[in-house]
């Protein structure tokens, strides 16, 4: 007789027939990782040897084939009667002797391994022995907390009678698998308690956008149920690897989850089996630990090293499982899983969203998809309520698990009330291609069945849900054919939010990353509100900043971990090019708008050139804000390791303004070339481009900001439509400004480049700046490819 048991010590990933992916994957794992410090709990498998040992002592194989020959295969009516059917017929048979024997002789070793007062879980373990590759994840069930002998032989039972739930049943037909090729082999291993901890997902890459140098880490409090089906919106933690082992910091962005909901046992000494939904309880969590990040960043760093290690092992990206235990404290992997979105994914074409009208927002949560779509929302319950779906229509749900799958292919877009990144419904929805707002809160209440809709997740990772059918423009960027070219072409970039996704263009960094947009769109608050709180007189002002910033030890201390986690993912998508940071450069205005910001702002009647760019960094009314501005800089430099991150100074009409500024910076411990830090500075007054060499005695590089040159050159108000025809950046005022700028800057070898429009829109002008011999030039995304043509036309010519 073959192998009935396997430790996982005996047992490999080549043993998927044996054993099922999920046995297997952990087997690997306790062999071949314990060594090098990934704690994986104890267990064994019973082996599909043993299925097919129950299923024969108790001749059920033909019983089963009638039964399943009787299921109306079209409109699946008599699914849930028949799954009754064969489950009852395994739950009514005799567990061989022998087989009951080797599993109590198991457990045994096991308790005496890790304690007598261990529970333990019993998990189902698909396989299908001529297809090893295929996974039945979610298909079959799990039994938490089992304690003893005789239930543990009941809870295995079970677990055969699970192969056949209504679902996997419908899975394994939608796949093409015969019913009687399919074993189900059994892990029982010792239960972790995150009951009284945390538990949750990781994936050894951005699971959005395909993004490979990062872990992203979610997880809830409670059991890990939750976390995989959506029923939480989770913390989240980005953690950048090719810094993981030698930096401070390498947690590049966090998120708390609202996580409302801690699953825990029902009862922690389980006498009997519990069905799994019993033997769970889904438990109010308090507000306290709401406001609570479920991991300390010693504990993220730890799983993200873990997360690393697996993917070197297994050589390619995975899917994980990480369970802490509350009553020793320790972290574990309870499984692992190859990632089938974007392993396999080489992308060519790119297709670039954007809204061109804005409708009533009806709600809004994580996005994925990185598109737009509209149509009919059907508000579903259950996926029973199938029928009415039509192909295209939108799901609206309050959570999805694996009973939802044959629904979901017909959807162009899901939303949920409940959910993050790593949720049931996110992961379909990148498996299908489809558009996904998870998280919303109240997705279900605020639309209507039938109601026209539009989603949006075009940008970042926010998801917008409109109402109506609203206009949208879709781009598609062809990468394949890009021409090779000396000059270099970079980005310009607002949202961290889309980095990632954008980082996969051919590119040599971004030339342009604006600094104010993380404040006004993150942040939201006026940096000087924060710094002197006691002084804000509007009391809603105050009331929303207390809300906002009740996480942090400071007011000060939410703008800058928020500013320089914003400023760090940037970094990181594009490490090790270049990435300009253009400190921040909102008019007074603008600033005024911030919540608590009117009471900081001076009243002027031109703010385009009013108090504005360097000007504030040094004046008493903003000195205390640039300096938070700089200390968030610094902790992404030296903090977080992202050397590549040079400083841009906006809007610097003099020479001794240059001066007071960078005085203030190298206060802040941003001294120029130390930790080779590189500081740059807009030209887009006449006076830098007249001064360009005495500028370049105090910045590494010059970036010309065509718009405001042309603007203050000509005099003409760039927003105004009736100077038109004035503002033109092909005046030859302007053209010679940017010459001279160009040849003082060959000439005291400062690094040169240019932001704008015009060199993807005209040829001439990309030809115009190649010859007189610009370093780079940096484009919003939807033009990068067309100005990459054209500098190659430029630099041919």
């Not at 205390?624 to 700089?630: G, L, R, S, T, V």
């Amino acid at each position: 007789m073959k192998e009935l048991i396997k430790h996982f010590s005996e047992v490999s990933i080549k043993d998927i027939p044996t054993v099922g992916g999920k046995n297997a994957s952990l087997g690997e794992m306790y062999r071949a990782l314990l060594s090098k410090g990934v704690a994986v709990p104890e267990g064994f498998a019973v082996t599909a040897e043993a299925y097919w040992l129950f299923l024969n002592e108790n001749n059920f194989v033909p019983q089963l084939t009638e039964l399943l020959s009787k299921l109306d295969t079209t409109t699946f009516n008599n699914l849930s009667e028949i799954g009754l059917q064969v489950r009852s017929l395994i739950l009514s048979g005799h567990f061989p002797e022998i087989l009951k024997e080797n599993i109590i002789e198991a457990y045994s070793k096991l308790q005496l391994a890790v304690g007598s007062e261990k529970t333990f879980a019993v998990r189902s373990s698909a396989t299908a022995e001529d297809l090893p590759n295929a996974s039945f994840a979610g298909q079959q069930e799990t039994y938490l907390n089992v304690k003893g002998p005789e239930n543990l032989i009941k809870a295995c039972q079970r677990c055969y009678a699970s192969l056949f739930t209504d679902r996997a049943i419908k899975y394994r037909l939608d796949n093409g698998f015969d019913h009687m090729k399919v074993a189900l082999s059994i892990g029982v291993q010792a239960m972790i308690r995150s009951d009284i901890a945390s538990s949750g997902v990781m994936f050894t890459m951005d699971p959005d956008s395909g993004f490979e140098n990062v872990v992203l880490v979610s997880g809830a409090w409670g059991l890990g149920e939750n976390v995989v089906q959506g029923s939480v919106n989770t913390d989240e933690f980005l953690v950048f690897k090719p810094l993981l082992e030698k930096v401070s910091q390498p947690i590049i962005a966090r998120k708390l989850g609202s996580k409302i909901k801690t699953m825990v046992y029902s009862s922690v000494h389980a006498n009997e089996i519990l069905k799994p939904e019993e033997a769970i309880v889904n438990l109010d969590t308090t507000a306290e630990k709401r406001d609570q990040y479920v991991l300390s960043d010693k504990e993220v760093v730890q799983l993200a090293k873990w997360a690393c290690i697996i993917q070197q092992h297994y050589k390619c990206h995975m899917d994980i499982e990480w369970a802490k235990d509350g009553e020793d404290g320790k972290m574990y992997i309870v499984q692992a899983r190859p990632e089938t979105v974007h392993s396999n994914k080489k992308q060519n074409l790119f297709k670039q969203y954007t809204l061109l009208e804005k409708g009533k927002t009806l709600c809004s949560g994580a996005g994925l998809g990185n598109k737009i779509v509209s149509g009919k929302a059907r508000i579903l319950s259950s996926p029973s309520e199938i029928s009415k779906l039509n192909k295209g229509d939108i799901l609206v749900t309050e959570r999805t698990d694996p009973d939802w799958d044959p629904v979901l292919k017909k959807v162009a877009a899901i939303i949920t009330d409940q959910g993050g990144r790593t949720s049931h419904a996110a992961i379909v929805a990148r498996e299908l291609g489809a558009s996904a707002v998870v998280g919303t809160g109240d997705g279900t209440k605020n639309i209507a069945d039938g109601q026209q809709i539009t989603v949006s997740t075009a940008n970042g990772n926010m998801g917008v849900v409109y109402d109506g059918v609203l206009k949208w423009d879709e781009k598609v960027i062809d990468i394949s054919n890009v021409p090779k070219i000396k000059t270099k072409a970079m980005l310009i970039l607002a949202h961290p939010d889309e980095a990632f996704g954008f980082s996969l263009l051919p590119n040599d960094g971004v030339g342009l990353m604006r600094m104010e947009f993380i404040i006004s769109n993150t942040i939201g608050i006026h940096p000087m509100a924060l710094k002197h709180f006691d002084k804000v007189k509007d009391l809603v002002a105050k009331e929303k900043i207390e809300a906002t910033t009740r996480l942090y030890k400071s007011k000060e201390a939410y703008f800058i971990q928020t500013l320089a986690e914003a400023t760090a993912k940037m970094a990181a998508a594009f490490y090790p090019k270049d990435v300009i940071v253009r400190m921040s450069d909102f008019k007074s205005n603008e600033y005024a708008n911030l919540i608590g910001g009117k009471q900081f702002e001076p009243s002027e009647e031109n703010p385009m050139i009013g108090f504005r760019g360097a000007s504030r960094y040094y004046h008493p009314l903003y000195k205390d804000a640039f300096e938070m501005e700089c200390k968030a800089m610094k902790m992404v430099r030296d903090e977080m390791g992202l050397t590549n991150v040079k400083l841009m100074i906006p809007f610097c009409r003099t020479i001794s303004e240059a001066e007071k500024v960078i005085e203030v910076m190298r206060a802040c411990g941003l001294k120029r070339h130390e930790n080779g830090l590189e500081l740059y500075v807009m030209i887009e007054i006449p006076s830098n481009a007249l001064l360009a060499e005495e500028f370049a005695k105090h910045f590494d590089g010059f970036s010309i900001g065509s718009n405001d040159l042309t603007q203050l050159t000509l005099g003409a108000d760039r927003d105004s439509e009736l100077l038109s025809e004035i503002f033109n950046p092909f005046d030859p005022a302007v053209m010679q400004l940017i010459e001279m700028t160009l040849k003082k800057a060959q000439k005291t070898k400062t690094h040169t480049g240019l932001c704008g429009q015009a060199p993807s829109d005209y040829p001439e002008y990309a030809q115009f700046l190649v010859k007189n011999g610009i370093n780079s030039i940096s484009f919003n995304p939807d033009a990068l490819i067309k100005g990459i043509e054209n500098i190659a036309v430029a630099e041919g010519e």
